[in-house]
């Protein structure tokens, strides 16, 4: 798969191929990352989660990296399927109660 | 079932109207937030509360306002000085301790 940044909003990809999705913060002090899927006209739902003391976690077909360094998180998925098709939001904290939301990436998965 | 509620689904506004949106939760979460989504972008903080009868600002507070009378229940009411109302609204809960926030199904609010 390719990998883009929230700055190209659309990420397109073969079925069955890797994804890949970037996400730039912004707060360095930013201590807890998460990522959401949201299909059209519903709500986000949570997919993974990483707090700062780590720069990797697996889930289910995904994993999400954190480098620090360059404040840079990407979410990958495995082996995409045409229910992957979504728009994913990245989100940071620094704080327990509020969580700051990137503008999305939707991504398209080419039968 | 257990999860976050909103209702209606499709919820339509006359100019000078005040309208209300729902949103319950039987998680027993804490802590209560309601977002606003615009077509292709991202949620935006309208109103949070983290515990019954207290609730702060967010970001973009003006011409909304809300009430935590119950721990299951965190009503938005869009008020006629919300100039321009039609978006999607968005609740989401979370329990004390934890920042992962849970959202419901979203309310579409069209203006006629």
């Known amino acids: 798969g390719e990998s883009v940044g929230l700055h190209l909003p659309t990420l397109s990809v073969q079925e069955g191929d890797n994804s890949i999705i970037n996400c730039a913060y912004s707060?360095?002090?930013?201590?807890?990352f998460i990522w959401y899927k949201q299909e059209s006209g519903k709500g986000p739902q949570f997919i993974i989660d990483?707090?700062?003391?780590?720069d990797k976690r697996q889930g289910q077909r995904v994993t999400v990296l954190l480098n620090k360094t360059v404040k840079h998180l990407s979410l990958q998925i495995a082996a995409t399927q045409p229910g992957d098709s979504a728009v994913y939001f990245c989100?940071?904290?620094?704080?327990?109660?509020?969580?700051?939301f990137g503008s999305g990436t939707r991504l398209l998965v080419r039968p | 079932d257990g999860g976050i509620t909103q209702s209606p689904k499709y919820l339509f506004r006359k100019e000078g109207q005040n309208v209300t949106l729902s949103c319950e939760q039987n998680?027993?979460?804490?802590?209560m937030y309601w977002y606003r989504q615009d077509p292709g972008q991202g949620l935006r903080l309208i109103y949070y509360?983290?515990?019954?009868?207290?609730?702060q600002k967010g970001d973009i507070a003006e011409g909304y306002s809300v009430s935590r009378e119950k721990k299951e229940s965190f009503p938005l009411t869009v008020t006629s000085a919300q100039k321009n109302p039609t978006a999607f609204y968005l609740c989401?809960?979370?329990?004390?301790?934890?920042?992962?926030?849970?959202f419901g199904p979203g309310t579409r609010l069209l203006v006629l």
């Open positions: 989100a940071e904290s620094s704080s327990s109660y509020k969580l700051i």
């Open positions: 989401a809960s979370r329990t004390s301790g934890q920042e992962t926030q849970y």
């Open positions: 998680l027993n979460h804490d802590a």
């Open positions: 707060n360095s002090a930013s201590d807890y």
């Open positions: 990483i707090r700062s003391n780590m």
């Open positions: 509360s983290q515990i019954v009868n207290d609730f």
